[in-house]
């Protein structure tokens, strides 16, 4: 179990950071002995499997989604289990693959933080962002006639090549069905559970800040001292206020 006090240091911590870096402040949460550059070199669906745990321990299994349909801009609200989507999650021993194309033979690693974080500016071009982490991720290209620069890949193989990515880490790319209820419109949607989680731990922390103000006010307790009251009896205490 997380105490408030630990959960709101990591989020006043992560508060500043771009939003590629907060994950990896949470995961310090749940595995305080691993460094920074050891969670960000971690594969994107090992990390985010990571991240489904802390948030069911945080915040239970389900998770409240809200999207926007693109025909008609109408609302879908829905609920994602994250222990249905953890029965997809893998743990590999290395990131070393390769990929053995018609005309081609590529070694190469799945994408992590780091990836994420070095291209910030991109993620609006969604074609030009994966095409830039494949970039990334590609160690060697061999060819019929030797070595191959990454700028002289064919289309088709850096396609190839995001597929065969996204079947070695799975969890990395979680597409959810979608159907409009108000046009019927469907379509893939990109499911982010490092968003989600920053958004849930964002929502307590302010809203816990909030209570710290009300209990302090009417009792004259420090911040240390309502923060060490169970979530129980701060409610309690709460509604004598009238709060």
Request: with cysteine; hydrophobic share 45%; charged share 25%.
């Amino acid at each position: 179990m997380v105490a408030p006090v630990a959960l709101l240091e990591v989020w006043e911590q992560a508060l500043p950071l771009k939003p590629s870096a907060r994950p990896i402040a949470l995961l310090s949460l749940a595995f305080s002995k691993a460094d920074a550059e050891e969670l960000a070199r971690l594969p994107l669906g090992i990390r985010d499997a990571r991240l489904l745990r802390l948030r069911q321990a945080l915040f239970g299994d389900s998770l409240d989604c809200l999207t926007a349909c693109p025909a008609c801009g109408a609302e879908l609200e829905f609920t994602v289990s994250a222990g249905d989507l953890l029965q997809q999650a893998g743990e590999p021993a290395a990131n070393d693959h390769w990929l053995q194309a018609p005309h081609h033979q590529v070694h190469f690693r799945v994408p992590d933080s780091t990836d994420l974080m070095a291209l910030p500016g991109l993620a609006s071009k969604p074609d030009e962002y994966w095409a830039k982490i494949v970039g990334r991720c590609v160690i060697d290209v061999q060819g019929r006639d030797g070595s191959v620069e990454l700028e002289n890949l064919p289309q088709d193989l850096v396609e190839l090549l995001a597929r065969e990515m996204e079947r070695r880490d799975p969890l990395a790319m979680v597409w959810l069905d979608l159907v409009c209820a108000q046009c019927g419109h469907a379509w893939p949607s990109l499911f982010d559970i490092a968003s989600l989680l920053w958004a849930d731990v964002d929502r307590w922390a302010r809203r816990l800040l909030h209570e710290v103000n009300l209990l302090a006010r009417a009792y004259g307790w420090t911040e240390r001292d309502v923060l060490q009251l169970s979530a129980a009896r701060r409610q309690h205490y709460l509604g004598m206020i009238g709060a």
